[in-house]
T-cell receptor, first 113, second 114 residues
Framework: QQQVKQSPQSLIVQKGGISIINCAYE??????FPWYQQFPGKGPALLIA?????SEKKEGRFTISFNKSAKQFSLHIMDSQPGDSATYFC????????????FGTGTRLKVLA | DAGVIQSPRHEVTEMGQEVTLRCKPI?????LFWYRQTMMRGLELLIY????????DSGMPEDRFSAKMPNASFSTLKIQPSEPRDSAVYFC????????????FGSGTQLSVL
């Protein structure tokens, strides 16, 4: 019940295309859902995050879509660029003040020039 | 701010040796995390400190692993004795939990135990 299942494991997209990464969870107590981006040789960095009181959050080319009833959330990268090539992790936690983030297993994205 | 600083960046050691990984969190952050990253298991939380006190060490694999945070600006993760299955990337992260949940990760230590 503590797992966050992430798919696909890897993704290849043409430059200008849309990249979509999906995550699913079971624990209904989760109420904070961040996405982290990791470049080779670097630590993960927070990209964008959402709380379940909204169904969508957009920051530039990055959008999180959240479906509370289905217990699913996804990251959409519009107009994907080669510089977006990285590993993306979804995560979930039970809210403010908590420390236990459950991470997905990661999606390795490659955007072809 | 320089961000979370970890050392060394790479560590190669032989089975049975002691390994010490170091972390300097961002100044003013009161929470510190040690994570281990492997292809098979992804990012796993090993231990969490709040205000220099270990709060949850349930993720520490076994007694060979220990972590300390003697002050707000320094933490260590020690493996003694090390084993080949400990080979992984170890990340330190810090945050200011009462302000927001954003984790700031260091660049990690790539550990190889031969």
């Amino acid at each position: 019940q503590q797992q966050v299942k992430q798919s696909p494991q890897s993704l290849i997209v043409q430059k200008g295309g849309i990249s979509i990464i999906n995550c699913a969870y079971e624990n209904t107590a989760f109420d904070y859902f961040p996405w982290y981006q990791q470049f080779p040789g670097k630590g993960p960095a927070l990209l964008i995050a959402i709380r379940p009181d909204v169904s969508e959050k957009k920051e530039g080319r990055f959008t999180i879509s959240f479906n509370k009833s289905a217990k699913q959330f996804s990251l959409h990268i519009m107009d994907s660029q080669p510089g977006d090539s990285a590993t993306y992790f979804c995560a979930a936690s039970t809210g403010p003040g908590t420390y236990k983030y459950i991470f997905g297993t990661g999606t390795r994205l490659k955007v072809l020039a | 701010d320089a961000g979370v600083i970890q050392s060394p960046r790479h560590e190669v050691t032989e089975m049975g040796q002691e390994v010490t990984l170091r972390c300097k969190p961002i100044s003013g952050h009161n929470s510190l995390f040690w994570y281990r990253q492997t292809m098979m298991r992804g990012l796993e939380l090993l231990i969490y400190f709040n205000n220099n006190v270990p709060i949850d060490d349930s993720g520490m694999p076994e007694d060979r692993f220990s972590a300390k945070m003697p002050n707000a600006s320094f933490s260590t993760l020690k493996i003694q004795p090390s084993e080949p299955r400990d080979s992984a990337v170890y990340f330190c992260a810090s945050s200011q939990q009462e302000v927001n949940e954003k984790l700031f990760f260091g660049s990690g230590t790539q550990l190889s135990v031969l």
